[in-house]
C-alpha cells in the first residue's frame, strides 16, 4: 500500500497508527489535533498545537482576556488540549474558570451553560465536537450568552459546521484554523471556484477538506523526489517539501512529518463564512510537543 489519506478523530488515529507502524504504511491525516505525539509512519497535514491552540489563546490573551471556561467533548482530543490550555493559563496570568466535558453526541447543556454563565468567564474555549455542538450554542444562546459579552474560540467548528449548527446560533463567534473559505490569494480562488462547480455553489470549502487537498499534493511531489512509491524512500525525500497551497504556501518538516502552517483566528459572519481577523504572518513551524514553550516542560 503507498499510502492511505484519512480519519477523522484523534480517537481513530491512535487506534490505527499501530496497524500503520506494525505495517510500515503511510497515512496522511488531515485534521487539527492535540500534538504530543509523532509517528514514522503518519505524515499530519492539519494543525497540531502551536498552529492553533496556542495562537487561538495568544489571540484571547492579546484582546484583554483573563479568564476561560473549557468546555470539551470527552474523548482524546478536549482532554489533552485542555491539560495544554491549563499549562498556557498558568504561565499567562490567565484563570480556568471551569472545565466541563460532555459524552461524544451529547445534546444536553443546560447545566453546562448554566455553569459557564455563572463563572464570569472573560471567554470560553470550545473543543466540542460533531452535533454537540448545536445543541450547547442553542443552549448557550437561550441562556443570553453572547459572542459580545463572553466569546467562544472554537477548534473543531469549519465553514459546514456553521451551516450545520446555524448561524442565528454563531454570528461573532471566534474560531482557530489555518485555513478558511474566504482566505485570500489566487490558489484559493481556484480551489473555492474548481470544488464549487463541482459539488455545488452552496458548498463550502472548510480546513479539513484543504488539509486533505494538500496531503494528497504533498505526497506526489515526495513520489517524484523520491522516484518511487517505495514508502522508507517517500519519507526519507519529504523534508522541505513545499506545496502553494489555498492555505498559502506550506513546507513539510520531515523530523517530525508535520507541516509548517499560517496560524488563524477567524469571525463567523451572518452569511456562514468565516473571516480572518489575525493570523501569523508567516507559516508557524510545527512544535507537537511544544519543546520551545518553557511552560509546557513536563507535559508529554
Not at 478536549?78 to 490567565?94: E, L
Not at 437561550?142 to 467562544?152: C, I, N, Q
Amino acid at each position: 500500500m503507498a499510502a492511505v489519506f484519512g480519519c477523522w478523530t484523534s480517537a481513530s488515529r491512535k487506534a490505527v497508527k499501530p496497524v500503520f507502524e506494525k505495517n510500515k504504511a503511510l497515512l496522511f491525516y488531515p485534521v487539527q489535533y492535540e500534538g504530543l505525539e509523532q509517528s514514522p509512519y503518519i505524515f499530519y497535514t492539519g494543525a497540531t498545537t502551536n498552529q492553533q491552540i496556542v495562537p487561538g489563546l495568544d489571540y484571547l490573551k492579546s484582546q484583554g482576556v483573563k479568564s476561560v471556561y473549557l468546555v470539551g467533548s470527552d474523548y482524546v482530543f478536549p482532554r489533552t488540549a485542555n491539560k495544554i490550555i491549563k499549562a498556557y493559563a498558568a504561565a499567562n496570568g490567565m484563570t480556568v474558570s471551569g472545565e466541563d466535558y460532555a459524552p461524544l453526541g451529547s445534546t444536553e447543556f443546560g447545566t453546562i451553560v448554566n455553569k459557564v454563565k455563572s463563572s464570569g468567564a472573560d471567554a470560553v474555549f470550545n473543543t466540542l465536537n460533531g452535533d454537540s455542538n448545536v445543541a450547547f450554542f442553542k443552549e448557550y444562546k437561550s441562556a443570553g450568552l453572547t459572542a459580545a459579552a463572553m466569546p467562544v474560540v472554537s477548534v473543531s467548528i469549519a465553514e459546514e459546521e456553521v451551516k450545520g449548527i446555524g448561524t442565528q446560533y454563531l454570528e461573532g463567534q471566534l474560531t482557530a484554523w489555518n485555513y478558511y473559505q474566504t482566505t485570500p490569494g489566487a490558489a484559493n480562488s481556484k480551489f473555492v471556484a474548481a470544488y464549487k462547480a463541482k459539488y455545488g455553489a452552496d458548498k463550502p470549502t472548510s480546513d479539513p477538506m484543504e488539509a486533505a487537498y494538500v496531503g494528497v499534493y504533498l505526497w506526489k511531489a515526495m513520489v517524484e523526489k523520491a522516484g518511487a512509491f517505495d514508502v522508507e524512500k517517500v519519507r526519507a525525500a519529504s523534508d522541505g517539501i513545499t506545496f502553494d497551497a489555498p492555505e498559502g504556501l506550506v513546507t513539510v518538516d520531515g523530523k517530525t512529518q508535520h507541516i509548517a502552517k499560517t496560524a488563524r483566528i477567524g469571525k463567523i459572519g451572518a452569511d456562514g463564512l468565516i473571516t480572518e481577523v489575525w493570523n501569523s504572518g508567516k507559516p508557524v513551524e510545527p512544535d507537537p510537543y511544544l519543546k520551545t514553550y518553557p511552560w509546557a516542560s513536563g507535559l508529554s
